[in-house]
């Protein structure tokens, strides 16, 4: 397998020319064996480039010397002329060192686990098959995971491909010559066990056209029936509303397992909504537009549902005393149903009313409530039948009933699913198959289609004729038609040729290009349509950009790229602190993603300049991130454009909850952790890991010292002083912002402070948090650039367009490329910028320009 080389070096014992002459005048002083500023020594500093480390290191010198950042301000600075012919000589040694094999430019990469599920998925025409957990994980390089440093290989991943193929041709080939039946099914909450208990106990109650429904009074009346007495009395089969009082938590939540899917496929379905002020028995107007949650759920082996959902398909508007239907096409796979949360409820069991068996639990009770009239599934749905799965692998073969010989493998018949109340079709054991009268010359024909598709170029005949003789060896050793196939199809998704990004040395032929691109903007294969057009045309090739970018499938790019860029990933990696953070919740924590996605889909959109990366006087919000960030006039849980209050702080990536929240440790926040983000992933710039023995610094969350006080000691250990003062000041900026995001003045403390005031904290949510210290976000940038807090911070990135625009672009390129950019790709990169930059500098254009570019185009 070929390596992927960032740097190939003429000889490990290279000597570099550098500007000695240079460094005496002006460097060594700070710089040499006694002193060592910065760990630096140019006095004993080996000019050998061979070495990766020590060229790297060379590249730093460079930079530092060309931003004028070194020699420091403070020092007699260096004629213009003199850092320019330094730093020119500078980057020819390394031009000259870094010599690039071109037969390994990007290295052999093979898909990761979301481009493998989403090529599937596309390629099969299975849009919800579930394949990227069962596979191992992948691993980073360069801050994405598609780099071939961090996609090996070993027998646990092809033991796992072979199972995920089995899993899809399962899927794919259909085993009977008619659709299964369609059904329509309208769902209750009542009559499933979870909300049973809540009517029962009070943490909800039976409506009916608006109304407490009596045949249920409210929780206590009837404490000494359970619930299998109720549901002898009809009392959950009268399709009633039911109004929810309480927010699900570790222990409880609500789905409806009165329903399983029973085929894997497309269904439609249907919700209404509705939420209301209970007041000990009164229907009320609610507060508002509330917020219901619809997941999907995946049965387990005792017919009960999971704990938590398997994803979320949305958070639905809820208005007062109204009911509102949603409407939504899903996919569910077999054993998959749906769960339900009032999202907007404050969380876990505060709505909770006494203790078990009270029985005025429910009618004592003041508060909202989210109510659910039904849910009504479709499905499942076909358009075509076969399946478009089963004619990729057999085109229009008949399917007619086997008879003789060894029958093809089959799933066991689906059987009734314990709690679920719609029921599989009567069992029919016939055995329905594909039986060509000349299988060798049809298996040709079947893969003389299927295997360019499945390897995203032209397949020449040997490797045809090869695998047709795969199946031949398999109908001589007594299989049927089907299953032959099958064996095949199986070792064509376990190869290399599906497995891995297969491209040519040097510039890209039509099929690399149109597959590095689509999984560039669609984390997926390409399509016929991308296939089919000449790509060497700039024009056409701009039209196909523009036409990936609007396609949905775009979506996948915007999550998976921002999910490694900005961390997303990390969004659920610790849990905020319950008693500093009460207000936290799944909704909330959904909200801010959704924040971050919306706000990179309006800069693509719009084609907004990179200034737009730290500030903007627009946010993308719902109510519960409005009501978060203390902006008024937003309802409901639909993210949308919202103008921003001036002298707001919000605005752009760094002030939005997601990115607040992912930069934080759940307790408490740190400027280092947060500054070191700010570098990386906005500047480009990250910081050096810090020295060895050096402890962290540990946050006092007892209220009594600041962050900053801890790190003004910390400062002083002249081993930090020099990274400190450029991490250090981003995260000061930033620290208006707690752990979850929200704007602070003073830190929330565990002991010592004042007591809290309530704020936009849920009336229903108990505090015991106190106030601690007030928030200091002044800080001083390198140069002396001082700010006052996160606005004029903020201000002061936005002004350096062009550096906010050439880290977004080298952030594409590693993650379109699947490789660094190299010290000599520094020309091109600038090409790309001066390019966009003449245009604007907006973002799609700088996706526009990086697709045209030769790095792109190149191997």
Known sequence: MMRSLVFIFACTGLQAAMPTAFFDTHCVECHDADTRKGGLDLTSLKQNLGDEDNFALWVRIHDRIE????????????????????????????????????????GLRRLTRGEYENTVRDLFDLPGIALQAGLPADGSAHGFDNNSDALDISHVNMAKYIEAADKTLDMAIATRPTAPPSSIERLSLAGNYEPDIMLMQGDAVLLRDKKHDPVMPPAGAYAHVNQGAHESLGVFDRMSSVGVFRHEDESWNAYFRR??????????????????????????????????????????????????????????????????????DVWLNFKETFGFNVASLAPVVLYRVGTWGQLDRTMGYTGPCIANDWVEVEGPLYDVWPPRAHQLLFGDLPLTEFKEGRAPVRLPLKQEITGARNKPEATDKTVWTVQPEQPLIVAGRLLASFLPKAFRRPVSDDIRKAYVAKCEERLKAGDCFETAMRWVYRAALCSPDFLYHVEPAGRLDHQALAARLSYFLWNSTPDETLLAQNLNDSKTLHAQVERLLKDPKSQRFIEDFLGQWLKLRAIAANDPDKKLYPEFSPYLQDSMVAETRAYFRELLENDL????????????????????????????????????????????????????????????????????????????????????????????????????????KHRNNSACAGCHAEIDPPGFALESFDVIGGFRERYRSNDKGDKAPRGSIDPKIPIGFKLGPAVDASGEMPGARKFAGITDFKTMLAADKHLLLKNLAQQFLVYATGRPVAFSDRAALNDILTKTEKQGGGVRTLIHEIVQSPLFQTH
């Open 259 to 328: 329903f399983a899917a029973l085929y894997p496929g497309r269904y439609r379905v249907r919700a209404s909504f509705w939420s209301l002020q209970w007041d000990k028995g009164q229907i009320l107007p609610s507060r508002g537009v509330e917020a219901a949650r619809l997941s999907v759920v995946q049965f387990n082996e005792n017919g009960r549902g999971g704990q938590h959902p398997s994803y979320v398909l949305g958070y639905y508007d809820a208005p007062s005393l109204k009911s509102q239907i949603h409407e939504l």
């Open 67 to 106: 931003l004028g950042e070194m020699p420091p301000k403070k020092r007699e600075r260096p004629k213009r002329d003199e850092m320019i012919a330094a730093t020119t000589q500078i980057a020819k040694s390394l031009t000259d060192a870094e010599q690039v094999d071109a037969e390994s430019r990007s």
């Open 609 to 712: 300049a990179a200034g737009y990366l730290v500030q903007s006087d627009f946010a993308m919000l719902n109510e519960k991130l409005a009501v978060h960030y203390g902006i008024a006039g937003v309802s409901g849980p639909k993210i949308r454009k919202v103008k921003l209050p001036k002298d707001c702080p919000r605005g752009g990536f760094l002030t939005q909850a997601a990115v607040l929240k992912i930069t934080a440790n759940g307790t408490t926040t740190s400027p280092v952790v947060r500054g070191a983000y700010v570098m990386a992933r906005l500047l480009g710039k990250p910081p050096q890991p810090p020295p060895p023995n050096v402890p962290a610094v540990e946050p006092d969350v007892q209220g009594a010292t600041t962050i900053r006080e801890l790190l003004n």
